[in-house]
């Protein structure tokens, strides 16, 4: 298909100017990744935002993956001789990949039929003749003619049995039949789901009684009925009118006073009961599974980013613990770098209950290395361990301690995996949760990289969607977010490495191989070395990797060495060198400055240059410290505490499509249903609250016996 085409579909689906689409296409045509292009191309692209880019790049691999399968159909339908140039535009015209099948339906090559079969003995003139609605003769006479011992034909009545067969397969291939069967089922059908066993006790007896019309079919919804279904605790189907149905399809297909008239019908009511409602209902569920998917991943795709984007804590020395009942909760110590000192256990929760001894090891580990901080799991014996850590906080006189529950979603998978055993070889997996736990306060994203996001407890149904598109966008999403804070070249593991724009786990590896072998990066060309590392990769990686006490004070910003050299004019043009970077002095001058003026004074882009004085500003900044910091605690809430009208101040947790949980304190976290959200109407509650969020709630109720607690953030 000729790329013009495809430049103007990419720009219609995304409301994007051509032009600008254009230049973008061409740019990831070269080898350019998102990030790259966002960041350090936006002369060229127009200024457009990563989002744009990546819909940008959606958008183009659909269409042409679309066209692709055009020429593919075009071709197979013409080696038949049957490829007319009405059905050729028809197909050219198509948006969407359902549409072309459809037209491509009836000269797709179809195992044995009843259709197929009446072909064989030659009964496709008689189909021609029913639908021919004569008005007079005799039809049964008709048939005799084709009555064959040869071709296994041995009665009239069998013949139009036959041509009723051919009649029903012509109606069910028609691509306008398809099309508006399918159209009206989304529009006018309802989805109901009946109990296989309805004493089985499951989570999903709700749906044991259920119907709900198509249309209004929340995406968590059709996932949840996916799941009972796959599970064989529901039988789900789509009921449709069929009365109105054929009463269409006989309008379109059947003239009234024939003496084949009512054939034709009970041909068509075969078609319809048969052939397409049983295939339409497939495609129509098929489409709302993939578009509660698409709803569900992108959920999860937000709140991914959110959690990754969380502000570290820095300059503290932590104490993790795994908590755990019979085999004790696991330890670790690790200083603020992140570096692990001492690793242990103790036995403060049942069955062995040693209190004492347990605030006795802590006591030692607080004085022995000035511990400012504890991080607990929220996993099995969280509770019991949380009362134990603020009894001992307490209890503790010499400084003042505090301590934060941690999701440990992911670490016992982290703890397993070949990447926990090459960095800690000689611990056991819980010393390395425990580790994993104590760090994850510390730089949440250098360390969640190391998680399958799928196992970070920030979504909803992520195992029941498409695992290949989900894993795509979760991958782009930790991508984003690595390099949208950049990376310390001298401290990052070749998990965080891995996914700086440019770099795969080969080129990571080596990094990590070159730095342990020559020392620390003095500077970003010094990456030129690294084996495996060509000069493409250089381009696209090396402005999202930092230098931090590096020769070159440029090396620790966002400036793609590639502008050095106008950093080096427009310093000239202040009166200012690179020693100067980072003082007041030489703030005060970029704010004063003409961006416009100096740009062209210069010769540069004013995107670019608005870049390089934001960078110079705050260099070394992380964007990530501009957010809230998380809640320390220093004493314990219990359910029982709880009481309605009571207001407190939690952490957003996760956020699903009905609403968000949110951390109180509390052993588990509260619900605040998406009604109880806003004082206004909201369609979802990531327009209001993301992973992360402080946020003040006030308790509704509590159920102790279901160990649920419904809150709200109105009227707050």
């Known amino acids: 298909m000729d790329e013009s085409i495809i430049i103007r579909q990419v720009a219609e689906a995304t409301g994007i100017k051509s032009n600008q689409v254009t230049k973008t296409i061409s740019l990831l045509d070269e080898g350019n990744t998102v990030p790259f292009i966002s960041r350090y191309r936006k002369e ?50 198509a948006t969407k990949i359902t549409d072309v099948e459809d037209l491509y339906r009836p000269y797709r090559q179809k195992r044995r039929t009843k259709a197929t079969m009446a072909k064989e003995k030659g009964l496709q003139p008689l189909a021609e003749y029913l639908i021919s609605f004569p008005k007079e003769g005799d039809r049964d006479q ?105 009463c269409h399809l006989y309008k379109v297909w059947v003239q009234e006073n024939s003496i084949t008239t009512d054939i034709v019908k009970e041909a068509i009511r075969d078609a319809l009961n048969r052939l397409v409602l049983p295939a339409v209902e497939r495609e129509v569920r098929n489409e709302l599974t993939e578009t ?11 709140n991914l980013q959110q959690l990754l984007l969380q502000p570290p804590i820095h300059g503290g020395v932590v104490l993790g613990v795994d908590p755990a009942y019979r085999t004790g909760c696991k330890w670790a110590v690790v200083d603020e770098t992140g570096k692990l000192h001492e690793v242990g256990v103790i036995y403060p929760t049942p069955p ?62 982290y703890s397993a995996s070949e990447l926990a055993s090459k960095e800690f070889p000689k611990l056991d997996v819980a010393e390395r949760s425990a580790v994993s736990i104590a760090r994850r306060l510390q730089d949440p994203l250098a360390e969640l990289v190391k998680i399958d996001p799928k196992s970070m407890g920030v979504g909803q149904y992520q195992h029941d969607v498409n695992q290949k598109k989900l894993k795509e966008n979760l991958t782009t999403v930790v991508e984003s977010a690595v390099n949208h804070v950049g990376v310390d070249l001298n401290t990052a593991s070749a998990a965080l490495l891995s996914y700086v724009a440019g770099v795969n786990s080969v080129v990571a590896s080596n990094l990590v191989k070159y730095r342990e072998e020559t020392g620390r990066f003095s500077n970003r060309s010094e990456l030129k070395k690294v084996p495996r590392l060509g000069p493409k990769t ?31 004019s427009l310093l000239k043009e202040i009166n200012c060198n690179i020693d100067d970077v980072g003082s007041n002095e030489m703030r005060e001058k970029l704010s004063r400055i003409n961006l416009v003026q100096m740009a062209e004074k210069i010769g540069a882009g004013v995107p670019t240059l608005k870049d390089i004085v934001d960078s110079l500003m705050k260099p070394g900044r992380d964007p990530r410290e501009e957010l809230p910091k998380p809640i ?29 949980f949110v951390d109180i304190g509390v052993k588990v976290d509260g619900l605040v249903h998406i009604s109880q959200i806003a004082d206004k109407y909201i369609k979802h509650p990531l327009e209001v609250v993301s992973v992360g969020d402080i946020v003040n709630v006030r308790v509704l109720d509590v159920d102790n016996e279901r160990k649920r607690v419904g809150l709200t953030m109105k009227n707050i």
């Open 352 to 413: 062995q209950n040693k209190v004492e001894q347990a605030k006795g090891v802590l006591t030692g580990l607080v004085d022995k290395y000035n511990i400012d901080l504890v991080t607990i799991g929220n996993g099995t014996a969280s509770r019991e361990t949380e009362q134990f850590i603020a009894e001992f906080i307490k209890d503790y006189s010499k400084k003042q301690l505090q301590y934060i529950i941690v999701s440990e979603a992911g670490a016992s998978v």
């Open 142 to 246: 008709e048939a005799a003619q084709y009555i064959s011992e040869e071709k296994e034909v041995t009665s009239s009545d069998e013949a139009l049995q036959g041509a009723q067969d051919i009649v029903a397969e012509m109606v069910s291939d028609n691509p306008d039949v398809r099309k508006w069967i399918r159209k009206y089922m989304t529009k006018q059908g309802t989805v109901t789901t009946t109990a296989k066993d309805k004493d089985a006790s499951s989570v999903y007896e709700m749906y044991y009684e259920f119907s709900q019309p198509v249309e209004k079919m929340p995406p968590h919804r059709i996932l949840a009925i996916n799941r009972g279904e796959r599970e064989e605790f529901l039988r789900v189907k789509i009921i449709v009118d069929e009365q109105q149905i054929l």
């Open 538 to 568: 250089y381009e696209q990686c090396v402005g999202f990797l930092r230098v931090l006490n590096g020769k070159n004070k440029l090396d620790k910003t966002p400036i793609h060495p590639e502008s050095y050299d106008i950093v080096k």
């Open 632 to 660: 320390l605690r220093t004493d314990v809430l219990s359910l029982e505490d709880l009481k309605p009208g009571m207001e407190l101040k939690g952490t957003v947790r996760n956020v699903i499509d009905f609403g968000a």
């Open 292 to 302: 509660a998917e698409q709803q569900a991943i992108k959920v999860f795709s937000k």
């Open 44 to 93: 060229v692209t127009g200024e457009l935002s990563e989002v744009q880019v990546r819909e940008i790049d959606e958008k183009l691999k659909f269409f042409r993956n679309l066209a692709q399968r055009k020429e593919e159909v075009l071709r197979l339908i013409d080696e038949q001789g049957k490829l007319t140039p009405e059905l050729k535009q028809q197909i050219l015209n």
